[in-house]
């Protein structure tokens, strides 16, 4: 088992920045790809940005050039930051840990708002 512990969410103003982690505890020779996911209210959670175990990346359309994840595999941390940060920024942000087997594993979330 992985378990995942979010941190460094909160409110900021638009155009500000926030840097999220993500600390994987237990089992963490399993984990392969890392990723974190938002859902904002009536809405689907959604990819926000991925990361694999060599360190490829992947982001959605729009967060690209304002986001950039990074993991540091020594401490089994996965970073979020997050540079001018929009009102429809606003959501929950989750992390997401991948097995090598293919089995998932999520944080609990973090709230991120970002105000107009």
């Known amino acids: 088992q992985v378990q995942l512990r979010e941190s460094g969410g909160g409110l900021v103003q638009a155009g500000g920045s926030l840097r999220l982690s993500c600390a994987a505890s237990g089992s963490t020779f399993n984990i392969g790809a890392m990723g974190w996911y938002r859902q904002a209210p009536g809405k689907q959670r959604e990819l926000v940005a991925h990361?694999?175990?060599?360190?490829?990346?992947k982001y959605a359309d729009s967060v690209k050039g304002r986001f950039t994840i990074s993991r540091d595999n020594a401490k089994n941390t996965v970073y979020l930051q997050m540079n001018s940060l929009k009102p429809e920024d606003t959501a929950v942000y989750y992390c997401?840990?991948?097995?090598?087997?293919?089995?998932?594993?999520w944080g609990q979330g973090t709230q991120v708002t970002v105000a107009s």
């Open positions: 990361i694999n175990i060599g360190g490829s990346t």
């Open positions: 997401k840990a991948t097995s090598f087997y293919g089995n998932d594993y």
